[in-house]
């Protein structure tokens, strides 16, 4: 089992930035892809962004790309999500996310999630 704890939502104006953060525990991580995915009032899934744990390589939604980035820190068992420039349309509750085999943009496919952060971005 994989457990995962989010941090770090909360109430941002338009423009402004945020960074999320999630530390994994239990069962070791280092072969999995780690991905932030959220999900929006009435809309399903959508994938936001992953970091394959092995190397370091990284993967953007299109609707994200030059404005998040995400980054891991090995020794604390943690990904980080930096949001810049962040729109109204990025409110969501955003997910940390472990993907053991799969396809990393596709929400599905992952096997543990955490319980969720809250990201409110107002006009």
């Known amino acids: 089992q994989v457990q995962l704890v989010e941090s770090g939502g909360g109430l941002v104006q338009a423009g402004g930035s945020l960074r999320l953060s999630c530390v994994a525990s239990?069962?070791?991580?280092?072969?999995?892809?780690m991905g932030w995915i959220r999900q929006a009032p009435g809309k399903e899934r959508e994938f936001v962004a992953a970091?394959?744990?092995?190397?370091?390589?990284?993967y953007y939604g299109d609707s994200v790309k030059g404005r998040f980035a995400i980054s891991w820190d090995i020794a604390k068992n943690t990904v980080s999500l930096q949001m810049n420039s962040l729109k109204p349309e990025d409110t969501a509750v955003y997910y940390c996310?472990?993907?053991?085999?799969?396809?990393?943009?596709?929400?599905?496919?992952?096997?543990?999630w955490g319980q969720g952060t809250q990201v409110t971005v107002s006009s």
């Open positions: 996310a472990a993907l053991r085999s799969g396809i990393y943009l596709r929400p599905s496919d992952y096997d543990y």
């Open positions: 970091i394959t744990w092995s190397s370091g390589r990284t």
């Open positions: 239990g069962r070791t991580v280092s072969s999995f892809v």
